[in-house]
């Protein structure tokens, strides 16, 4: 956690400068600010789109009805009852706790195994202490911090299972109830981060639990904490899914069809799929937010009166075209390149003036699609993401085959927990894609990044393991 809060800023120490760095909000952060009952201290009023991080809120308003939220429930343990002024900081300190502990305590299970063995649990922090591209949104008001510290219990899970053998039943039960806690909580962030709780799942049904007199009972551990992971988040993730079509169902499906479809199926095949005009085609790669569906011929009718209907008829044009959903999901898996977002800025506010700029242009944030694919092809080497996920899933599935069964178990450990990472980030990117198109992608596929990373770093640790193994077996004979 020190760490972390060095990186950010939220801890300083004398002689080594820094200050406190976040990420401004673009419009989202109302969606969990109003569930306290928090309004920005800013002489507008407003936090989004101020050119800096708002940090300062004031509480005692009226809270809005959400849906069911971990980050909402995570964010109401440090918001005091009654008026005052409420820092930011404090939710970031809880955020940064938590994925402290997680970590701390990983160590320690992994270190009552083997000492050396808590290193592993260094993998999850490359990424947040390498750059600030992910830490500095522990100081905000997204759902995604919440998500990320519920990853790092995920990925701390899985190492605690890849560094102990079966017949250690109690650290392999650490090791199911982090995988449990953190896909409940991730998934329930908000639901892009649904797949959070499938793969946490599909790793928990998989952790062998044995018990050394040969009671079949454990055997049954991993399974049920995967079915009580589905059981615990299937209502508020339905009752999220629900609250996201209520308020934004419209902005999705012109989202899904103009700045993603239109551009790589044509006007020909998605017009009259979808029941708009031929005239509709001169809008193709505008995002909601660009004119907000004015302007657009037979957009009333076929998008705004129908949006379910109209996102239907997208998703099932992609059933059809699965080349499309390729590209799709590879652009995705490049944006992940650019984990800077450098169009939400990092300045708390008191460093810069309050000024509204939510009319600023920015490629990455996919208001025009042309803008956007132009970007992602200025990336030096923007096939990297998408070769680290296919080969981490690659050697995943290889530790199936029977010769795998001679390699060292900590290196097909750590190969799998790779592979977990690379298919959580493949699942990230492609209900980003299918929920709101390539519109603000970057931002979308943010926490895929983090992912990627973390794919290839532990895939890395696998590869040392595993060729140390080697020359120790080799010395020995």
């Given amino acids: 956690m020190l760490g ?31 569930t306290a009952g928090l309004t920005p201290d800013t002489p507008s009023g407003f936090s989004l789109w101020r050119g800096v991080v708002v940090t300062s809120f004031t509480t005692g308003g009226t809270p809005c009805t959400t849906a069911p939220s971990s980050a909402a429930t995570l964010l109401g343990l440090v918001v005091p009852a009654g008026p005052g002024v409420w820092s930011l900081t404090s939710y970031a300190w809880l955020l940064a706790g938590l994925a402290a502990l997680a970590v701390g305590l990983g160590g320690a299970v992994l270190a009552s195994v083997r000492p050396s063995r808590a290193l592993l649990v260094g993998i999850p922090l490359v990424g947040l202490l390498a750059a600030s591209w992910w830490s500095r949104f522990l100081v905000s008001l997204y759902a995604e911090p919440t998500a990320l510290v519920a990853v790092v219990w995920l990925v701390v899970g899985l190492l605690v299972a890849a560094g102990t053998r079966p017949e250690q039943r109690w650290q392999r039960l650490v090791a199911l109830g982090l995988l449990g806690l953190g896909g409940l ?41 995967a079915l009580a992971l589905l059981a615990g988040a299937a209502s508020p993730v339905a009752q999220a899914v629900e609250g996201q079509d209520r308020s934004y169902a419209t902005v999705n ?6 700045t993603a479809l239109l551009p790589e199926l044509g006007p020909d095949v998605v017009l009259p799929a979808v029941g708009l005009p031929p005239a509709a085609a001169a809008h193709s790669g505008e995002g909601f937010y660009w004119a907000g569906g004015r302007g657009i011929p037979g957009w009333t009718t076929a998008i705004e009166d129908r949006p379910d209907e109209a996102r239907g008829a997208a998703r099932a044009l992609l059933a059809e075209h699965p080349g499309a959903l390729v590209t799709m999901v590879g652009r995705g898996l490049t944006a992940t390149m650019r984990p800077q977002l450098d169009y939400l800025p990092s300045e708390p506010r008191g460093t810069a003036p309050e000024h509204f700029e939510g009319r600023t242009v920015y490629p990455e944030a996919g208001p025009q699609t042309a803008l956007l694919v132009r970007w992602l092809d200025a990336i030096a080497v923007g096939w990297l993401p998408a070769a680290v996920v296919l080969a981490a899933l690659a050697a995943a599935a290889a530790t199936v085959l029977p010769r795998a069964r001679r390699a060292d178990p900590l290196a097909l450990g750590l190969v799998r927990t790779a592979g977990a990472c690379a298919l959580l980030a493949l699942g990230v990117v492609g209900l980003a894609v299918l929920g709101d198109g390539y519109y603000e992608l970057s931002k979308h596929v943010w926490l895929a990044s983090y992912l990627v990373l973390t794919a290839g770093v532990t895939g890395g640790a696998a590869a040392v393991v595993g060729l140390t193994a080697r020359f120790r077996r080799q010395n020995r004979v």
């Fill in 185 to 225: 909580v991730g998934a329930t962030a908000k639901p892009g981060f649904v797949p959070i709780a499938l793969v946490a799942a599909a790793c928990a049904a998989l952790v062998v639990v044995r018990s050394p007199s040969g009671r079949r009972g454990w055997r049954l551990a991993g399974p049920l904490v």
């Fill in 4 to 34: 972390v809060a060095l990186r950010i800023g939220l801890l300083t120490l004398p002689g080594l400068g820094g200050g406190l760095i976040g990420v401004g909000d673009n419009g989202d952060a109302y969606r969990l600010f109003c």
């Fill in 253 to 258: 499906a012109h989202n899904l069809i103009f």
